[in-house]
């Protein structure tokens, strides 16, 4: 059973920075996807960014340019840095993480809340 742990939350003024991080247990093909989407209260979910397991990365365009997504291979582990933080940035952000091996496998974090807020 595969489980993410996420971390790195909490207030910040806006302008500020936060780095989030997702660990990942389990037994978890080399080949995958991690990623962070976010959802505030009475919307969607929404993407944020992804990185696949060669490093290749994708933002939404409302983050680009703000946030960067990296990860440790060795330690199954994501992290999101977020610079110059707007207070629409403010949700809850979950940890992503998917593979394929004969169907799709998806798992989400628990979410850990981002408040940009004076």
């Known amino acids: 059973q595969v489980q993410l742990m996420e971390s790195g939350g909490g207030l910040v003024q806006p302008g500020g920075s936060l780095r989030l991080s997702c660990a990942a247990s389990?037994?978890?093909?080399?080949?995958?996807?991690m990623g962070w989407y976010r959802q505030e209260p009475g919307k969607e979910r929404e993407f944020v960014a992804i990185?696949?397991?060669?490093?290749?990365?994708n933002y939404a365009d409302s983050v680009k340019g703000r946030f960067t997504i990296a990860r440790d291979n060795a330690k199954n582990t994501v992290y999101l840095q977020m610079n110059s933080l707007k207070p629409e940035d403010t949700a809850v952000y979950y940890c992503?993480?998917?593979?394929?091996?004969?169907?799709?496998?998806?798992?989400w974090g628990q979410g850990t809340q981002v408040t940009v807020s004076s």
């Open positions: 389990g037994s978890i093909p080399s080949i995958n996807i």
């Open positions: 992503n993480l998917r593979y394929t091996t004969w169907k799709t496998e998806t798992y």
């Open positions: 990185i696949t397991d060669s490093g290749s990365t």
